[in-house]
């Protein structure tokens, strides 16, 4: 039998206040090591392992980090990057209950850098509440598992054209799937289903929807639990957009709500209410320039504009359109409460996801934006529609390309004052680097195309 390395009787200690004294918190949970972590603009999770009898110093005055070493934007002669632990994030591991992780905001000689995921969503939280709102959201995270040793499914017999929700699948990654889970809710996340995807080798876990600081802050250990786990069972985990040409890619599909108080103002009697449809305007029109953001890498538009899969679709979106209750879409709304955005893919970064969700949100408010040009009857099959049919006309196709789609995010005035000048740069900059590197690299399928010319 598999072992479980989420401990039985593990009891994960009340949630602390921003600058609660960690010292004191160690002590009293018997934690030795604390990783003090930041997500760079890459998504990249970076940490400082920080023995407990340092702590109090290290959330006095920061971790250091090299900035240059990471992907933000500065060179070898900037200063130290100095991480301050948020100590209402702390998570003590289930698995490693002498470890804790603490996410942290980054600042340079004192000034908050602008740049950093963590802090261009915490700018548009701000925003949201001085309109007197609180965004919740909830992610779909999938997410492969493969091979220790080599990038391949890890589950030889999984092999069924349509594999979505095969339980036998699903049952010989049980004991990973289960040591996951166990550990999410000790961590007071409240899983409440696991299901093996539509491709191979694929599945995904669901917890409960929150404030979206509290959400990207999941994310990001959620994503560091599924791989630290999956190591520990001797598989490897991968949120890659789309690691297998013949199979679905990695989505993570947001939910999305707007909140007043206890009041939902997304919600309304048979469908989701004015405020929401100006809302879901902007995302909607936003779409093709904030595409970058959440189809961030080379792989990501495999997913969006790759070919058919064996399952028959790729379940991802290729136009800016919405509907009801339809997965076909780039937008569904499944209930009168909230819509589900479909566009992002395992690559995007937990922070930056929300934080364009809220920017074009509330652009489109501001701008009374109009969603209804492209939406369609709930009966619409949107893979079917070939382009060139009139039923397109109006609706806007997304990027083909990261190059493209990154022009877009960089032409976009409005994205660029919502989102702040500073991120703008580095996020583009860092961006055209990566398609740079793509198309200085030599494929096989060019050579293979090519040699005999």
Same mark, same amino acid.
């Given at each position: ?21 960690? %010292? ?21 999770? !970076? ?109 030889? !017999? ?114 989701? %209410? ?180």
């Amino acid at each position: 039998m598999e072992p479980c390395f989420t401990r039985p009787n593990f009891s994960q200690g009340a949630k602390l206040d921003a600058k609660a004294d960690l %010292s004191e918190a160690a002590k009293a949970r018997g934690i030795d090591f604390f990783l003090v972590a930041f997500v760079d603009l890459r998504g990249v999770l !970076r940490t400082k392992m920080v023995p407990a009898s340092a702590i109090k110093q290290i959330q006095r005055d920061g971790a250091g980090f090299a900035p240059a070493a990471t992907w933000l934007d500065f060179g070898p002669h900037a200063a130290d990057l100095l991480v301050i632990p948020d100590a209402s994030t702390l998570l003590q591991v289930p698995f490693s209950p002498e470890l804790a992780i603490v996410m942290g905001d980054c600042f340079i000689e004192g000034k908050e850098v602008a740049q950093s995921p963590r802090a261009v969503l915490k700018a548009q939280i701000a925003e949201a509440k001085k309109r007197g709102y609180v965004f919740k959201s909830g992610v779909e995270a999938e997410f492969f598992l493969l091979s220790s040793d080599k990038d391949a499914i890890s589950d030889s !017999r999984d092999t069924q054209s349509k594999p979505c929700y095969d339980a036998q699948s699903m049952m010989r990654r049980y004991a990973l799937l289960a040591d996951i889970v166990k550990t999410l809710n000790a961590c007071g996340f409240g899983v409440y289903q696991t299901d093996h995807e539509d491709a191979n080798g694929q599945f995904e876990i669901n917890w409960h929807y929150q404030d979206c600081l509290t959400t990207a802050d999941q994310h990001v250990f959620f994503k560091w639990a599924v791989k630290t786990l999956s190591e520990r069972h001797g598989f490897r985990a991968t949120f890659m957009p789309r690691p297998f040409s013949n199979l679905s890619g990695n989505g993570c599909h947001i939910h999305c709500s707007l909140w007043a108080g206890d009041k939902n103002v997304f919600e309304a009697s048979d469908t989701i %209410s004015d405020l929401a449809l100006q809302f879901l305007g902007g995302v909607l029109a936003k779409a093709p320039s904030y595409c970058a953001v959440t189809n961030p890498t080379v792989n990501s538009f495999k997913r969006l504009n790759g070919a058919a899969t064996a399952s028959g679709y790729t379940w991802s979106p290729n136009r800016v359109s919405w509907s009801g209750n339809n997965r076909s879409h780039m937008v569904r709304v499944p209930d009168n409460d909230r819509f589900e955005l479909r566009l992002a893919d395992g690559a995007v970064n937990p922070y930056l996801l929300p934080a364009v969700m809220l920017a074009c949100g509330f652009w489109g408010i501001d701008t009374k934006a109009n969603p209804h040009k492209c939406n369609f009857p709930a009966d619409v099959n949107m893979y079917e529609i070939p382009d060139g049919s009139p039923k397109l006309e109006g609706i806007a196709s997304l990027p083909r390309n990261l190059l493209d789609a990154t022009r877009a995010l960089e032409g976009d005035e409005h994205l660029t004052a919502l989102l702040g000048a500073d991120f703008m740069r580095a996020f583009v900059k860092l961006q055209k680097l990566e398609w740079t590197e793509f198309t200085a690299h030599l494929s096989s399928w060019e050579v293979s195309q090519t040699l005999d010319c």
